[in-house]
């Protein structure tokens, strides 16, 4: 009775409990399964209103990690990625893009929701191309988060499902 209809609508980016958190903690898990936590800018999307966007450079541990499972885990931290005591954790999964468009529609979103800081950063890119430095490619996370919060999966050795790993033979 209490499980939502299959025809009853996704909930709205920016009607779920973390579009209103300054940070989240993404964890994405090894190929071990062991989970690996990122504090990250966390916007709803402007272009998809039941997903979130995470701007983040590409190459890095969370975009090999996503590459080989789309788990996540998403809890509301502080800019140094401490979790409240009691914070709710949501399950959920996570896609990589890196095609311009699609990063450039995940900037958009950051940028609409954090402003000036989000666009130091591209300043602080323009500034930095300017004198020879670099800009490493930027890559899009795009997460979908369950409604309602879940136990954390935890790994440390077993896959990022909830069950307890595997069973001994009898």
Same mark, same amino acid.
């Given at each position: 009775?209490?499980?939502?209809?299959?025809?009853?609508?996704?909930?709205?980016?920016?009607?779920?409990?973390?579009?209103?958190?300054?940070?989240?903690?993404?964890? =994405? %898990? &090894?190929? !071990?399964? /062991?989970? #690996?936590?990122?504090?990250?800018?966390? *916007?709803?999307?402007?272009?998809?209103?039941?997903?979130?966007?995470?701007?983040?450079?590409?190459?890095?541990?969370?975009?090999?990690?996503?590459?080989?499972?789309?788990?996540?885990?998403?809890?509301?931290?502080?800019?140094?990625?401490?979790?409240?005591?009691?914070?709710? =954790? %949501? &399950?959920? !999964?996570? /896609?990589? #893009?890196?095609?311009?468009?699609?990063? *450039?529609?995940?900037?958009?979103?950051?940028?609409?929701?954090?402003?000036?800081?989000?666009?130091?950063?591209?300043?602080?890119?323009?500034?930095?191309?300017?004198?020879?430095?670099?800009?490493?490619?930027?890559?899009?996370?795009?997460?979908?988060?369950?409604?309602?919060?879940?136990?954390?999966?935890?790994? /440390?050795?077993?896959?990022?499902?909830?069950?307890?790993?595997?069973?001994?033979?009898?």
């Amino acid at each position: 009775m209490d499980e939502p209809d299959a025809g009853d609508a996704p909930v709205r980016a920016a009607d779920h409990p973390l579009a209103s958190a300054r940070y989240v903690a993404l964890t =994405t %898990f &090894r190929r !071990t399964g /062991r989970p #690996v936590t990122t504090p990250v800018w966390f *916007a709803p999307s402007l272009d998809d209103p039941g997903v979130f966007a995470v701007i983040s450079v590409d190459g890095t541990g969370k975009t090999k990690r996503l590459a080989h499972t789309d788990t996540v885990d998403l809890q509301a931290c502080d800019i140094r990625g401490r979790v409240a005591p009691g914070a709710p =954790t %949501f &399950r959920g !999964t996570a /896609r990589v #893009v890196r095609d311009a468009g699609a990063v *450039a529609s995940v900037r958009r979103a950051v940028v609409a929701k954090y402003g000036l800081p989000a666009r130091f950063s591209d300043l602080t890119d323009s500034l930095g191309s300017r004198v020879g430095l670099k800009r490493a490619p930027r890559a899009g996370i795009l997460v979908t988060a369950d409604p309602t919060p879940g136990e954390p999966r935890s790994g /440390r050795g077993r896959g990022p499902g909830p069950g307890p790993g595997p069973v001994p033979d009898a």
